[in-house]
């Protein structure tokens, strides 16, 4: 892998990492099914602009509607939800930690559903540390008593649920379709699905006028961590291929905790730490880059 490769693996990160924060400050004038909407409709402009540039038709890949519009859900509007509703009673910093358990809960899921996933000796034992790093997060909620804690803690590993489901169905699905194309059709449609709920619920046009920065974070998802992510994400996987691209996923918790601590104030308990180690050396030995051959 060249520095490109490199290059483009931090450049996700960066993307995704600030997304938690972004949440977070938006949630102080809109609610979850608002952002989640418009973070997916800014991400789809964008990314179908990308492929317009690049000559890749959504319409010829019509036929796969049913499975962009299952992954729409799965890897969009289900996660996004629950990710906003989750950040209502967690901080951004503990939220960005959490959503490492994406690769876990893949790896549980690649076991039963993908031919090529099942799990080896390294992965059972990173999935052990992962989800012992999850204890020692979770424990000293039930101590404190922090129930609305617990609950953002919940709703934050359902996500990470869903996003395994979501790879999942795309690998055993979808492997002929270019990988920004998919992203930019399910978004299209998770996009019309979410809009009338959100005009119906939520009726935005009649709310008060919005504090600059809440509309700035909502950009800011749908520009920088749904489109921009994204597309970084997808030029890593055409440079160093998907096993190293997906250390981007190591990368993000740290610059979730940075820019938590900075920017919005976030005091994480020691044992959060201890966690985070256990969950980023779970991750390594889950990463199909570091098992035996």
């Known amino acids: 892998m060249d520095l490109r490769g490199l290059l483009f693996i931090f450049l996700t990160a960066l993307c995704w990492g600030p997304s938690y924060a972004f949440i977070k400050t938006a949630l102080h004038d809109f609610s979850p099914l608002t952002i989640t909407f418009t973070r997916i409709f800014l991400g789809y402009l964008i990314l179908h602009a990308?492929?317009?540039?690049?000559?890749?038709?959504?319409?010829?890949?019509?036929?796969?509607?049913?499975?962009?519009?299952?992954?729409?859900?799965?890897?969009?509007?289900?996660?996004?939800?629950?990710?906003?509703?989750?950040?209502?009673?967690?901080?951004?910093?503990?939220?960005?930690?959490?959503?490492?358990?994406?690769?876990?809960?893949?790896?549980?899921?690649?076991?039963?559903?993908?031919?090529?996933?099942?799990?080896?000796?390294?992965?059972?034992?990173?999935?052990?540390?992962?989800?012992l790093g999850l204890v020692i997060i979770y424990l000293p909620m039930l101590f404190e008593g922090g129930v609305s804690r617990e609950i953002g803690v919940w709703l934050m590993i359902g996500a990470t649920a869903f996003y395994g489901l979501?790879?999942?169905?795309?690998?055993?699905?979808?492997?002929?379709?270019?990988?920004?194309?998919?992203?930019?059709?399910?978004?299209?449609?998770?996009?019309?699905?979410?809009?009338?709920?959100?005009?119906?619920?939520?009726?935005?046009?009649?709310?008060?006028?919005?504090?600059?920065?809440?509309?700035?974070?909502?950009?800011?998802?749908?520009?920088?961590?749904?489109?921009?992510?994204?597309?970084?994400?997808y030029r890593a996987i055409h440079i160093a291929g998907p096993m190293f691209a997906s250390l981007a996923l190591l990368l993000v918790p740290v610059i979730a905790m940075i820019v938590g601590a900075v920017f919005m104030g976030d005091d994480l308990a020691w044992p959060t730490y201890i966690g985070v180690v256990c969950i980023l050396s779970g991750i390594l030995l889950i990463n199909p880059i570091f098992q035996s051959k």
């Open 166 to 233: 979501g790879s999942v169905y795309a690998r055993t699905h979808l492997k002929r379709d270019p990988s920004i194309v998919v992203l930019a059709f399910q978004l299209g449609l998770a996009s019309i699905l979410v809009f009338p709920f959100m005009m119906g619920f939520d009726q935005p046009l009649s709310l008060p006028t919005p504090a600059l920065s809440s509309v700035l974070s909502l950009v800011g998802l749908g520009v920088i961590g749904a489109a921009g992510g994204f597309f970084f994400y």
């Open 50 to 131: 990308i492929c317009m540039a690049r000559g890749l038709s959504l319409w010829k890949r019509r036929s796969s509607w049913k499975h962009f519009l299952v992954l729409g859900f799965l890897f969009n509007i289900a996660p996004l939800m629950l990710i906003s509703y989750s950040e209502m009673h967690i901080s951004s910093s503990l939220a960005g930690i959490l959503n490492s358990f994406v690769l876990i809960f893949t790896a549980i899921l690649s076991h039963f559903f993908v031919p090529d996933g099942r799990l080896t000796g390294k992965r059972t034992l990173g999935i052990g540390v992962g989800i």
